[in-house]
């Protein structure tokens, strides 16, 4: 299996559920990210890990909890979440090389429902 | 702060209709821009990495453009399956990784 795959595709859970969302890379990247997508809005950056540490947290509410257990792995734990969280989780990966920004590559996201 | 202006939001075309997309950001620093195409139901797709004013970049119908200010993405000739949203991103003199996107153009090409 190539690329960035993130499961489940579709989740709908109940604002008192707890879920998580998985994305697996096999790039052989070492940063990994999660963004959200929201309609008509910009994709907005949540997290960043770079070698499974977190370096970037975009002020997300403590309700999402990200975990990187490895540079390949990349989960993002959800409790207690709002109707306003329903968007697309979209996960990338990319190289950490030199000083020049290495193209991150996305997954097909998980679309998120809150009841 | 950082941002990301596209334009224009939507974009109609005829099939052969050449025309082009606009990037517009404010960034401090720009260490690179990205162009990415996305499917309705899909994720992102890497297009292009720009680093440097007066950089150009080509793939099949596609070539993209940057200077101090925007860059553009020309479509030579497009075909219907160029319809995408195409998104503009640039990464800015923050080393954590960080990309700041546009809202995006939703191009349809018609036959």
């Known amino acids: 299996e190539t690329g960035v795959t993130q499961t489940p595709r579709h989740l709908v859970m109940g604002m008192t559920n707890k879920k998580s969302l998985k994305c697996e890379q096999h790039?052989?990247?070492?940063?990994m990210y999660w963004y959200k997508q929201s309609a008509k809005k910009p994709l907005e950056l949540m997290f960043v890990y770079n070698f499974k540490e977190q370096t970037e947290n975009n002020s997300v509410p403590s309700r999402f909890s990200p975990e990187c257990p490895n540079s390949s792995h990349l989960f993002l734990h959800l409790h207690t979440l709002q109707p306003e969280d329903s968007a697309l989780y979209l996960c990338?990966?990319?190289?950490?090389?030199?000083?020049?920004?290495?193209?991150?590559?996305f997954g097909d996201g998980t679309r998120l429902s809150i009841l | 702060e950082d941002q990301v202006t596209q334009s224009p939001e939507a974009l109609r075309l005829q099939e052969g209709e050449s025309s082009s997309l606009n990037c517009s950001y404010t960034v401090s620093g720009l260490r690179g821009l990205f162009w990415y195409r996305q499917d309705p139901g899909k994720g992102p797709e890497f297009l292009f990495t720009?680093?440097?004013a007066g950089e150009e970049k080509e793939k099949e119908r596609l070539k993209a453009t940057l200077t101090k200010k925007e860059s553009f993405l020309h479509i030579t000739a497009p075909k219907p399956e160029d319809s995408a949203t195409y998104l503009c991103?640039?990464?800015?003199?923050?080393?954590?990784?960080?990309?700041?996107f546009g809202q995006g153009t939703t191009l349809q090409v018609k036959p």
């Open positions: 720009l680093y440097s």
């Open positions: 790039l052989g990247h070492n940063a």
């Open positions: 991103a640039v990464s800015g003199s923050s080393n954590t990784g960080k990309l700041i």
């Open positions: 990338a990966s990319s190289r950490v090389q030199g000083a020049l920004p290495q193209p991150q590559h």
